[in-house]
């Protein structure tokens, strides 16, 4: 039986090669000169650090200009609340999503048996399974997807006949 998954995957490389490029324009650009800002990054957080909220709004708008120009969706970023450090420093947490969440996937799950199309959808850990009869009934529900959902980014991975 066809069947493909509903995944919601970043490029772990190409977030890295985001953030070291954010930190190379931040080291070269003249407004930064002096300041201690930087991203730092561990596996899938990223934590902004900056002198004030200012310099902060500019270091978020460096940090998605390089994940769009790596093409890293910027849907996967999800940016925490910021926090007074030491004196007038900041730092915000940000976080790389990963996997449908369990609301994501119920609103998967719901939109494919509400279309009516001969599919079965079930949630599989961070993932959602579509499998049917026909390639052309997956082909629909991958269209319906890609129309429907718009606030996380989606790929269609392992499709089998």
Same mark, same amino acid.
């Given at each position: 039986?066809?069947?493909? /998954?509903?995944?919601?995957?970043?490029?772990?490389?190409?977030?890295?090669?985001?953030?070291?490029?954010?930190?190379?324009?931040?080291?070269?650009? %003249?407004?930064?000169?002096?300041?201690?800002?930087? *991203?730092?990054?561990?596996?899938?957080?990223?934590? &902004? %650090?900056?002198?004030?909220?200012? #310099?902060?709004?500019?270091? #978020?708008?460096? @940090?998605?200009?390089?994940?769009?120009?790596?093409?890293?969706?910027?849907? %996967?970023?999800?940016?925490?609340?910021?926090?007074?450090?030491?004196? /007038?420093?900041?730092?915000?947490? *940000?976080?790389?999503?990963?996997?449908?969440?369990?609301?994501?996937?119920?609103? *998967?799950?719901? @939109?494919?048996?509400?279309?009516? @199309?001969?599919?079965?959808?079930?949630?599989?850990?961070? &993932?959602?399974?579509?499998?049917?009869?026909?390639? /052309?009934?997956?082909?629909?529900?991958?269209?319906? @997807?890609?129309?429907?959902?718009?606030?996380?980014?989606?790929?269609?991975?392992? %499709?089998?006949?």
């Amino acid at each position: 039986m066809p069947s493909f /998954d509903v995944v919601s995957e970043s490029d772990p490389i190409e977030v890295r090669n985001a953030v070291d490029q954010a930190n190379r324009e931040i080291a070269n650009r %003249f407004d930064f000169k002096g300041s201690d800002a930087r *991203i730092e990054q561990k596996e899938r957080e990223l934590t &902004a %650090f900056a002198d004030d909220d200012f #310099r902060l709004g500019q270091l #978020r708008d460096v @940090l998605l200009a390089r994940c769009a120009k790596r093409g890293v969706d910027v849907r %996967f970023l999800d940016f925490g609340a910021v926090q007074k450090t030491g004196g /007038d420093k900041v730092r915000q947490p *940000i976080t790389v999503r990963h996997g449908v969440s369990s609301d994501h996937a119920r609103k *998967i799950v719901r @939109l494919v048996k509400d279309s009516r @199309l001969k599919v079965q959808a079930g949630i599989q850990g961070d &993932a959602v399974r579509i499998s049917g009869a026909k390639r /052309d009934e997956l082909q629909s529900a991958i269209a319906l @997807l890609k129309k429907a959902i718009t606030d996380v980014p989606l790929s269609f991975t392992n %499709f089998r006949d």
